[in-house]
């Protein structure tokens, strides 16, 4: 790959960064505000009803809408990026079609067992017809997740932000009038419209994709599908795997520890999660389809991921550092001092979020390839390990212990996923990766032992040092 593509990948990789990092803090705070106003308006009684309701929307939505949204988004980058008009036109219709059956089932679902959700969501028969009008949601949520992902699989970067913003911006509109006018009544009209209100975003202000009109018989769109569909189950069962080992885990914490215990593990996982993965959520809208369209060709694959790897280091390590010195601050604004307990734990995991970026980006091979099953395998080998490491590292440390285990568990996950990347689909990560991978650890290490020993002054000098150097060799990539 000449200097100028390589040059061109890391600034849009930075760009992608920059515009869905502050698409999803955007989206975070008219989450805030939202739960916010129902905490005054409803009560502790409404923000659990809006709980029970959308868990019950994303079980169903997990079960009939096939990870369409996923793994759609590899066949529709081929296409567009083979000048294919024929091709590129009939995927994307394969998908309109596909996601409009699986909505119209999900909502079939919920409809049907709309007096079994009420009885055993709720103890009783009083939300019947609540989960009866919602049915409608999980069409929207479908359509959304089509539109989304045909954007997200043409580059339409800039669209698809401007989607996310509106829409969540207009859902948070409309739904403050019904809390504030009808409480506990208005939650369900509030659901129904925040999903419609995401749906007509990307029908109305998403960029309209130029394409022929094709005519396919449903015997074609269901052959055509068959594999988009059967990639999007292996990495929905995948999600469902991560979450059932960590339902386990807080299970055996609670009958360990008490609730106390999971109450600050649950608080150090969202704080590393949610906010210092927030980079990872952001890559990921544009590398896969980028990936996706490179996997055929050994060289380019190889490049891409390398490139992938080196800007997600140089972005997350300064970021991580300045999450170590200000974890004081962060749970005091976002919590209470008694969770100042969790300072180790959050500490250890945020380092290991290094690791999962090196991790994270090979991964993605699986899914540009198609290999559904595999990354799947690969998935449930790396939970297990997790599981087992999360409770051995908590009967030797505690909470800190699991921490640790974090980051150990995305070394050994690292290690096994290049391994058999290289050996399966000839990838190759040139030294200065690994270096900069070593180099990045080293230095956000420096800063834990440093704030965990009491040297305030020299962990915050060390982050200088992490911010300047990680700036300066991003710099040479961009420039």
Not at 124 to 132: A, N, P
Not at 199 to 224: C, H, N, T
Request: charged share 10%; glycine share 10%.
């Amino acid at each position: 790959m000449s200097g100028g593509g390589e040059k061109k990948n890391y600034r849009t990789i930075v760009k992608a960064t920059g515009l869905f990092g502050g698409t999803q803090i955007f989206t975070i705070l008219c989450s805030i505000i939202k739960t916010k106003l129902v905490a005054i308006w409803l009560g502790a009684e409404g923000v659990g009803i809006i709980g029970l309701y959308n868990n019950a929307i994303d079980m169903i939505s997990a079960f009939t809408g096939l990870g369409l949204g996923g793994s759609s988004v590899r066949n529709i980058s081929r296409e567009y990026q083979s000048d294919n008009e024929d091709r590129f036109a009939r995927v994307v219709t394969v998908v309109r079609r596909w996601v409009w059956f699986t909505g119209l089932v999900g909502a079939m679902v919920m409809l049907s067992f709309a007096p079994l959700l009420s009885r055993y969501t709720f103890g009783d028969s009083t939300h019947i017809w609540g989960f009866v009008f919602l049915s409608c949601t999980l069409l929207f949520n479908a359509l959304s997740e089509g539109e989304r992902a045909i954007l997200q699989g043409t580059a339409r970067l800039k669209s698809m932000a401007r989607c996310s913003v509106i829409g969540s911006f207009v859902a948070l509109l409309v739904s403050i009038p019904l809390f504030y006018f009808f409480r506990i009544e208005g939650i369900v009209p509030a659901l129904i419209l925040h999903s419609a209100s995401m749906w007509l975003a990307y029908v109305l202000f998403g960029e309209k994709i130029r394409r022929k009109q094709v005519a396919m018989s449903a015997g074609e769109v269901y052959r055509q599908g068959k594999g988009i569909a059967m990639l999007g189950i292996f990495m929905s069962t995948s999600g469902f795997v991560t979450t059932l080992f960590s339902y386990l885990f807080v299970a055996w914490l609670n009958y360990r520890s008490g609730t106390d215990a999971v109450g600050y593990y649950q608080s150090g996982y969202t704080l590393v999660m949610k906010y210092v993965g927030l980079v990872f959520t952001a890559m990921t809208f544009e590398y896969y389809p980028r990936l996706s369209g490179v996997c055929e060709d050994r060289e380019l694959l190889s490049a891409h991921v390398s490139q992938q790897i080196e800007t997600s280091l140089l972005i997350l390590a300064p970021f991580i550092s300045l999450f170590i010195v200000m974890q004081t601050v962060i749970i005091h604004i976002l919590y209470t001092s008694d969770f100042l307990v969790i300072g180790g734990y959050i500490s250890w995991a945020a380092l290991g979020m290094l690791l999962r970026a090196f991790s994270w980006s090979i991964s993605y091979v699986l899914l540009a390839k198609g290999v559904g099953r595999l990354f799947l395998i690969t998935e449930v080998l790396a939970d297990s390990l997790t599981f087992v490491l999360n409770i051995g590292g908590y009967l030797l440390w505690g909470l800190t212990g699991v921490g640790v285990a974090y980051l150990l568990g995305f070394l050994f996950s690292s290690v096994g996923l290049y391994l058999l990347c290289r050996i399966k689909y000839g990838l190759t990560i040139p030294w200065r990766v690994f270096m900069l991978l070593a180099l990045s650890v080293a230095g956000c290490a420096a800063v834990l032992l440093l704030w965990q020993g009491g040297y305030v002054a020299g962990a915050w000098v060390a982050t200088v040092v992490v911010i300047l150097l990680s700036g300066i060799q991003l710099r040479k990539r961009l420039s």
